[in-house]
Each structure stands twice: as C-alpha cells, then as structure tokens.
C-alpha cells in the first residue's frame, strides 16, 4: 500500500516538472520570436535612375549583405526559407562623382523591404565605378522557350517579336560584344493554339547597360501537325571521278510533320537528299547511307525509307 503511495507521488511530481518544463519552454519560445535580431541578407543589386550622358562599370560584385533587423519569427522563416533578395541603388549622384554611399540611402532602401524588417546596414557601404565612353546601337531579340504541346501540335512559323530589335546604351567595350539579347523563358504546357505574351528583356547581370525598350510583345504559331509522305530524287556527291554511277532505288520516301495548312504547299523540290560516294572509297561500305540536306523550316522529319542504299560503280 506504501508503495504504491510512493509511485503515485513520484508520478505526480514528474508531471508537475514536465508541465513547468513545456510553460517555460513556451515562455522563452514567446520572448525569443518577439525579441529583435540583426540578420544578413544577401541581395542581388539592381541600379536605378542611371546617369544619362555617363557609361559606367561597377568595380565590385553586384551581390552584397544586407543587415536587417527583424523579429525572431522572421529570422526563422528567412532560415528555413532562404531566398537572395533583390535591391535597388540609387545612381543619380553618380552624374558629378565615382562613387555611391549605401548609408546615405537607407531610407530609399528601406522602402523596398516590409515595415517589420529595418535596414540597419549595408555591406560594403560604398561602390566604386569606372566610367568610360558611352555607346549606343541596336541587336536583335531571340525568344527561348520551354513549351509542351498536345499530341499533332506544334510551332508552324518564325516567332515574331514586337519590336524585332532593342536600343542598347552603355560603355563600347561592353555593348560591342553584344549580337542579341533574350527574353525571359516563355513556359506552357499542353499549348494547342497562338501564344500571345508579353517578356521581360532579360539582363544576365548587365546592370550598367541601359535597354529599351524593356518588354517586348511575342508572338509564337502554333497549329495541328500532320504526316506527309513525299518520294525525293537521290544526288549522288563525288560521283564525277567515275563513269557512271547508279543507286537503288534511285528516290527515297520522306515522311515529315508538317502543318496542317501548309500541306499542300510542301513538294518534293522542297526536301534534298543525298548520299555520298566517299563512304564507300574511304570505309568499303557494301551500301551508301542517306542523308538529307534540305527540308522547310518548322518541318520534323519522322522517317527516310530505306536509310540505305545499294549502288552500282563504273570506273
């Protein structure tokens, strides 16, 4: 009787410890997610308001730490959510000097942040740049894309871009080496009709390149895809060391997708295939692979029959 007294005091006072132990545990839980913390970010730089008549190279990373001081339950959000933030520079003091001061602009900066996070510093606090001649032309737009389609869908034409170049303006040395720029990736999924859109010119860190304009409208075709079989004269390549030379069969059959509107528009004329005598002097193949060299753009060949050809040489 004694002892089970005993166990039941002992398991009384173990509850008591374990309920202490989960309210203190709770309290110090609250007081640590109110209390505030200095935490480092780091953000990608953007460059805003650029001086108009100077090209300039930044003579540091574009990357730097941003101290914010934060809530604890923020600071345990932005650990187990890491994420490189994005901020935006002021350049307009630049027209009459070589370097910008971040603690000069943390109000500016501050705005860019929610009101629970202060932007106490920044890292490095000053940026340097170098200026040099600035130039001006205009490069082509190009389109990357990462599309699915439905099953007999597909591109059926050039993809348009309104407008088909960009004004690029910034040092020589940078915009000269530059031929084209791309949008941003435009994503779809089990597109079957026209895609409209509007793109971001993506600046691949040229932040002292100043690009207009900055969107572009894009156009891409898209139509049902059908299979067309088309019977393609063979050409026969270093054939004229010989007498004569004769290949069988003497036409391949093409089968191609090709679009459902333009399929009547595709002829034999259009595909070219060739094989080459080459193969058979060098290597002693007993018979000439096909290759085509000519087919319309937006076509996707499916099949050449045969693949292989036998031929026939007089010497």
Same mark, same amino acid.
């Given at each position: ?7 039941? #005091? ?6 008591? &410890? ?11 839980? /609250? #007081? ?22 100077? =090209? ?45 001061? +971040?603690?000069?602009?943390?109000? &500016?900066?501050?705005?860019? +942040? ?13 940026? @340097? ?19 699915? &389609? ?29 031929? &084209? ?33 900055? /969107? ?20 026969? /390549?270093?054939?004229?060391? @010989? ?5 069988? !069969? ?13 399929? =009547?528009?595709?002829? =034999? ?22 290759? /085509? +060299?000519?087919? !319309? ?13 036998? +031929?026939?040489?007089?010497?």
């Amino acid at each position: 009787m004694k002892y089970r007294r005993f166990t039941k #005091i002992q398991r009384r006072k173990i509850s008591i &410890f374990l309920r202490c132990l989960i309210i203190s545990f709770v309290a110090w839980l /609250l #007081i640590a997610v109110s209390n505030r913390y200095t935490f480092i970010v780091k953000s990608s730089v953007e460059y805003v308001n650029l001086p108009e008549k100077r =090209a300039f190279h930044p003579l540091q990373s574009d990357t730097v730490q941003v101290h914010l001081k934060m809530s604890g339950w923020n600071v345990l959000m932005a650990r187990l959510k890491p994420s490189v933030s994005n901020i935006q520079v002021d350049l307009s003091t630049l027209a009459n000097r070589s370097f910008i001061v +971040f603690s000069d602009q943390l109000e &500016f900066i501050n705005r860019q +942040f929610a009101s629970d996070k202060e932007v106490d510093r920044v890292s490095p606090d000053t940026l @340097y740049f170098d200026f040099s001649q600035q130039s001006r032309r205009r490069v082509e737009v190009r389109v990357p894309t990462n599309i699915s &389609f439905k099953k007999q869908y597909g591109i059926i034409g050039e993809t348009k871009t309104n407008p088909k170049q960009v004004t690029i303006t910034g040092p020589s040395e940078d915009i000269d080496n530059i031929d &084209f720029l791309e949008t941003d990736t435009v994503y779809g999924n089990d597109i079957h009709t026209d895609i409209r859109t509007v793109v971001n010119i993506n600046r691949r860190q040229r932040t002292n390149i100043t690009i207009h304009p900055a /969107l572009v409208e894009v156009t891409i075709p898209v139509g049902e895809l059908t299979e067309k079989q088309v019977e393609v004269p063979l050409h026969v /390549l270093n054939s004229k060391k @010989y007498t004569s030379v004769r290949v069988i !069969p003497s036409k391949v059959t093409v089968t191609a997708l090709v679009s459902l509107q333009d399929y =009547a528009k595709w002829t =034999a004329s259009d595909f070219g295939a060739v094989v080459d005598l080459d193969n058979w002097a060098q290597n002693q193949v007993s018979s000439l692979p096909v290759k /085509l +060299f000519k087919y !319309p753009d937006f076509c996707k060949i499916v099949r050449v029959e045969p693949q292989n050809v036998d +031929f026939f040489v007089r010497k």
